[in-house]
């Protein structure tokens, strides 16, 4: 595992959020698959800092060079390795970082894991930075999924105590999840927006931060993939979704709320559509004993708020093992959630693109 | 994956709920371990079915029969492997569900995953039977983790409507989770166990099902566990977790609750305590960067409503291609909540001791 | 990976020489295969011990039981589990070894790994007996792939010093490995038993045993199974081939003679053959880049001479940590080989089975 | 598998000849080892092309570039990830191969591995360049196992009919092999070097090339290393030793020769020195059952001859479906053995780091 990941597809994120640069090697792509390289740039965009007032202004281009697996365009088979490098790395900021570790974030742990040789400048390779490598590997995943008419896409959900409404989880349309995916607040109901805004804007106003939900979708999954019990669905997702920093929690369906549900009420009943057989509503998200019904497979996850903020916070100081007062000046994101989005449906689409190649579908 | 699991402690599950029997191989265990098999027994039989009249009638005296890997009830080293007998088996409630799947169990999608072939009579692989050998394995995880001061627990935090309050995640003490374990409605509060029953006895008179909450803790582990990325502590235990049938969501510390806190009320700051590093709140459920904080380890598990109900449900004739009612006769747990509580402990169990043992540390 | 091994097909073998049996998990299995239980028994009892007077007079049935995944005679995708009784088990032979480990056995080596904690009777989970679960599975995968127009099968090369002459790589036909496999010297040239016979009989009579060399074809396996680097058909047989207790050496196609060959000489011409390429000579053994031609796959496994003999050894009492000699009492296999050749055969089925499914032409 | 590999300290390759490098991943290693970089080059400079006048003209610097990991000259315990730039590409010599697959070489069974997409240029990912990032990540093996008392090294064997004499398994010292390595021709008799270099010139006259034999040996690694059946030390070694490319053949100890040897002398007796358990001859190659025994790891593999040859040779237009002569007029090395010695050394360091780190030895 570490920072490996997959069975059939798979893929090796390697990189710092203050060193050269990031990337990431995928093995086990099928040959002979064209990638659109603007659509690539597009959903590198989506993830990228300094695209709004509510994110960080740390500028980076986040231009994925690959060097690998590609000839003409067309994978090869081969390994595809892509790099990202770091254009705009301002490590002054994070100095003091390795004796005072911040809180929320993983530089105790990461000290403690790697006996105080971890980098920890930025987050090192622990930094929400490390999302660049996945979302790109996702979004060549999105592309060979979508030539077997699969779209997966989602939206914010929930920025602090405001929501969108959720997915109707039996109308799902592709086009639709295309054209959210256009802003870079993603929402069903745009007039949320402005609500969402307001409550970042004010948080930032008190050094602090927000978090948020977000759900995502994939439609056009067909019946029958995933294997039973450790293979299954939301196993392989959840393993994955996971590796974004800042998620606390996954649901799938109807997710915690079937702990209030009636089994009456929970289960999906079936009916004949077109010959082909349905689902009536879909609390299941799409997926029973781990494996898919071919009704829209949804999930949400959540996003704690980021945890670099302005304000003073209580923290220790390891070399000295005395309490200590922590200011973090760097330049960070207010509310990381919609820049959360793309790499959590890039991790949706590397799960199920896997689970897909497992069963011999792609 | 499938039905395999682990990296450095190996688990491979097989058998079906109306066959032979179930059963589990341990690969990777350490050697030397004596196990206590009354203590194993115990775990077991806080699984089965039959001990309480809210579950399954369904009577299995769930005995473990340890074929390889123990002599002298200590481990060789060598792959244990357990083997539970189904003695109770009734196959003439299941005879048509090849041609009429159950809504909301795996009967359709497990259909079409393997073709037609897979056993439906009892869910075949997919039953919630496949949680014995589970449990077993976790029961064998928590005796070697107790040695090194690790103990693992839980309780129910919700059946249907009626919450019990959830644990305090800085004061979790291994004595409680040992006495709460002893109970077959496991509560924080005792005197929820009435209004719980109540709700159960309801639903069973509707010919209905309830859904629930678990939450289970891990206290002692040491702080530095888990890796980077996909190899996180969230990561790891949720790959396993949903392994789990039923469960439909998973949080972590504050879970989903983070969405709406600001991060200077998320953020855990650290102090010094007796000369360690511990932080004075525990939202992220002693987990930062997928590693692990030394404070208690924390997490829910949403289970829904067991999808065998008595109630007549509308599915499809599969042979026929057309709509169809469907009675389901035979014994079921209006609800399941209590029976997978050690069932998802035993999980958590294999997890953090697969990570022991991939850092060197079991 | 320990008693693990696979990709897509997995196995997870258990079970000591003198504990209560050995077994195996197959996992991943395609469903709707029929299993002929008969042709299992056959493959099973080339490996038993007692049918032939230079093999062990131990007689054990090795009568498969199958727990799960099978229903009606058909796999039905779910772990297929398969227990194989000990029946015949003398322990009082090997008391002593716990303390003066056997020479050339994995005595030693196992009581340093698990700390002394390694059930030593008759070899534990180290046995060559281990080999009957192996050739179980092997022999379920050889069933499966025969439907796929494969066929997997092999000869005793050499015994001591006498030799038969090796398989004709172009010209190796499933009809003639089905018939060389009626017979418990397996050969392509029958002459040779007695010769091979007399030589083990004289090793015998001294207390003595022999080794050899076993040659194992694939035939049928298409063009382009296996992928590059690591996933390469010799790293995947190898890596399964070496489980196989006494083995110390694999090679494939014209294997360590490549060396004193010119390119010339050992590059394989490619021509046109009814519509399809082949080459035509085949010193790459059916391998190019680790990945299939179409023409027959051929190794060799070298096995060395059963590590149990009759005369009084040099070994040491580890309790004592002082020089000893050792006599071994038990019953043995003057050779082993005609029995190792059933295993092989499996281990390169296992192999085969596992590439043809992952790259889902199973 | 495909181009990953490992457990527990893991590599992910890419790249191809003709590309814009390539490169490796390394996942899992220790944190807080120094890093020699002077010594990572001489060991990059040992493979590469370009260094002799047996070798390829191709002359590239194969300078490593680390873009992360490694902070200050130490490992950070996050993945350390290599590019080395390809600068010496002319892709005019392989215009044709994609038509016309060169026998010996990958170029058919790749294009029907990958639907013809791979990249055939100098082979692409199939090509012996992709042994320059193995022998890098081999190196910073070699360098964290040196500071556990563990050296491997090795020497060229056999090249054509000339044989260079074998290690003595039971001496085989440290200095030595550190000696060895400093010579293209690493013999353990210098005065066969002449005839080897004769032997090669004769071929590169005759527009052809020779194979030849390495053998490598790991001194130091204590016992207890590796797992029963399929993580034994022979299983992992070949595992990844099968990945450079021509290797068609590995033996362990005695290897072949265990077939014509009796039991009681191949059977290495033990005895005690210096209070330690040792064994008085080495015909296991130090592997019982797996698992080391202390003693010196002694392994060889036979490495076929450079399929590029000069003279014409016969083959199919894949395009045409008829057959064709081909003539390579790039440049190639008539013997890849001085080169390919390093390389396999590197696939040992990695298995044996990979199986102390699996047992928390590292």
Not at 92 to 106: F, I, K, N, Q, T
Not at 242 to 262: C, H, S, Y
Not at 346 to 358: F, G, K, N, Q, T
Request: aromatic letters at 6%; glycine letters at 12%; a negative charge.
């Amino acid at each position: 595992m570490a920072s490996m990941w997959g069975n059939s597809i798979k893929i090796s994120i390697f990189g710092e959020s203050h060193g050269m640069g990031v990337g990431v090697v995928i093995d086990g792509l099928p040959a002979g698959e064209k990638l659109d390289v603007e659509q690539l740039r597009f959903e590198m965009n989506r993830r990228a800092p300094g695209n709004d007032p509510t994110a960080t202004p740390r500028k980076e281009a986040d231009e994925p060079e690959i060097c690998s697996g590609l000839l003409e365009g067309v994978t090869t088979g081969a390994p595809l390795c892509c790099v990202i490098e770091n254009a705009n790395v301002r490590s002054v900021d994070y100095e003091r970082l390795s004796r005072l570790p911040r809180p929320g974030h993983a530089d105790y742990t990461g000290a403690v894991r790697f006996g105080g040789w971890n980098d920890v400048r930025g987050g090192g390779h622990f930094s929400g930075r490390l999302t660049a490598p996945l979302t790109f590997a996702g979004a060549v995943c999105k592309q060979i999924l979508a030539r077997r008419g699969i779209t997966i896409g989602g939206h914010i959900l929930a920025i602090g105590t405001v929501y969108d409404h959720a997915f109707d989880p039996m109308r799902i349309y592709p086009e639709r999840l295309e054209s959210i995916r256009g802003h870079y607040f993603a929402l069903l109901n745009a007039e949320c927006e402005q609500q969402m805004r307001a409550v970042i804007a004010e948080a930032q106003e008190d050094g602090d931060s927000v978090g948020g939900i977000v759900e995502v979708a994939a439609v056009g999954v067909p019946a029958g993939i995933g294997t039973p019990m450790f293979g299954g669905v939301e196993n392989v997702i959840s393993s994955i979704v996971f590796g974004v920093p800042a998620v606390k929690g996954i649901e799938f369906g109807a997710g915690f709320n079937v702990a209030r549900m009636r089994g009456s009420e929970c289960n999906d009943p079936y009916t004949i559509e077109h010959d082909k057989v349905v689902t009536t509503q879909n609390n299941c998200g799409g997926i029973l004993g781990g494996i898919t019904t071919g009704m829209p497979i949804v999930l949400r996850a959540a996003i704690k708020p980021t945890p670099s903020i302005a304000q003073k916070q209580h923290t220790v100081d390891l070399r000295e093992k005395r309490d200590a007062l922590l200011t973090i000046n760097g330049r960070h994101d207010p509310c990381i959630v919609p820049r959360a989005l793309p790499a959590i449906e890039a991790a949706v689409a590397l799960a199920i693109a896997d689970m897909m190649s497992e069963t011999g579908r792609l």
